[in-house]
Nanobody
Framework: QPQFVESGGGLVQTGGSLRLSCAVS????????LGWFRQTPGKQREYKAS????????YYTDSVKGRFIISKDDAKNMVFLEMNSLKPEDAAVYYC???????????WGQGTQVTVSS
């Protein structure tokens, strides 16, 4: 099954932007959905955005809609999350994930830390 490695996290000021990348080893056409989640200490991992591998349809939670953009590069087997107008509450460890059957996410990366200073 594919393996994911995230990168691009770091420290950014409120209102700034970051672009997270997720390199996928192996073709991600074996999975139905690619997504980004985030987690803060003491809280459960939260879904934020996803893209359907078959046709590129994207989905977002209300908290990031209009600010974050998920995209994929089929030729490079990479998934991206462009994050704009960042807020302190966006600070978290961000995880790239895949849903092999389109039901639950069952393949996870190791996460990348995003810190937003106020």
């Amino acid at each position: 099954q594919p393996q994911f490695v995230e990168s691009g996290g770091g420290l950014v000021q409120t209102g700034g932007s970051l672009r997270l990348s997720c390199a996928v080893s192996g073709s991600f056409f074996s999975v139905k959905l690619l997504g980004w989640f985030r987690q803060t200490p003491g809280k459960q991992r939260e879904y934020k955005a996803s893209v359907r591998t078959r046709d590129g349809t994207t989905y977002y939670t209300d908290s990031v809609k209009g600010r974050f953009i998920i995209s994929k590069d089929d030729a490079k087997n990479m998934v991206f999350l462009e994050m704009n107008s960042l807020k302190p509450e966006d600070a978290a460890v961000y995880y790239c994930a895949a849903s092999s059957q389109g039901i639950r996410y069952d393949i996870w990366g190791q996460g990348t830390q995003v810190t937003v200073s106020s």
